[in-house]
């Protein structure tokens, strides 16, 4: 069984940096694209970033492109996001998703963690 | 990028009632479309792919169709159980987008 769980939220003030994870099991972990999606309160879902199995080629959204860093480590089976500069409309749950095999569509999806930014 | 809109943003409808979701691609894409349900506090859950495959263990009463700009998504029979807002997600080439989303409630 897919299992994904999404840790590193929480309050945080304007400016300052956050990393989220993204602990997966239930598949080769490596095998798999990974990808971020964002939803801020009472709002739609904003796709982020994915990241293919390796890790050697990585895509943003415009939005979060320059600020947002995803990255992963095989060897431990963790997706990160490293979000910079974060501003107030940066407040949303950030769920981590795992990406179907031919054309990356988030598949499995965890629970989401909660990030709010707020000085 | 590729914008998707749907419609309607909201919807009200009887248990039992056909209902009927439109989402609308900025330009060809095939058939490289997905149906999402989300339900309350919870994460997303994929129903539909390829714009019209049902994912193992989804209801038949769903269902979806389209191909190029245009594609529906139809519950044939309103359950209680399918309150929630259903999205829809290209994935022709990246960034994936999402629809808006359409509240679905029970009147």
């Not at chain 1, 500069?85 to 769920?95: G, H, Q």
């Not at chain 2, 209902?19 to 506090?41: E, F, R």
Request: net charge negative; proline share 4%.
């Amino acid at each position: 069984e897919v299992q994904l769980l999404e840790s590193g939220g929480g309050l945080v003030q304007p400016g300052g940096s956050l990393r989220l994870s993204c602990a997966a099991s239930g598949f080769t972990f490596s095998s798999y694209s990974m990808t971020w999606v964002r939803q801020a309160p009472g709002r739609g879902l904003e796709w982020l970033s994915a990241i293919s199995g390796s890790g050697a080629s990585a895509y943003y959204a415009d939005s979060v492109k320059g600020r947002f860093t995803i990255s992963r480590d095989n060897s431990k089976n963790t997706l990160y996001l490293q979000i910079n500069s974060l501003r107030a409309e940066d407040t949303a749950v950030f769920y981590c998703a795992k990406g179907e095999s031919s054309n990356w569509y988030p598949e499995y999806w965890g629970q989401g963690t909660l990030v709010t930014v707020s000085s | 990028d590729i914008q998707m809109t749907q419609s309607p943003s909201s919807l009200s409808a009887s248990v039992g009632d056909r209902v009927t979701i439109t989402c609308q691609a900025s330009q060809d894409i095939s058939n490289y479309l997905n149906w999402y349900q989300q339900k309350p506090g919870k994460a997303p859950n994929l129903l539909i792919y390829d714009a019209s495959t049902l994912e193992t263990g989804v209801p038949s009463r769903f269902s979806g169709s389209g191909s190029g700009t245009d594609f529906t998504f139809t519950i044939s029979s309103l359950q209680p159980e399918d309150i929630a807002t259903y999205y829809c997600q290209h994935y022709d080439n990246l960034p994936y987008s999402f629809g808006q989303g359409t509240k679905l409630e029970i009147k």
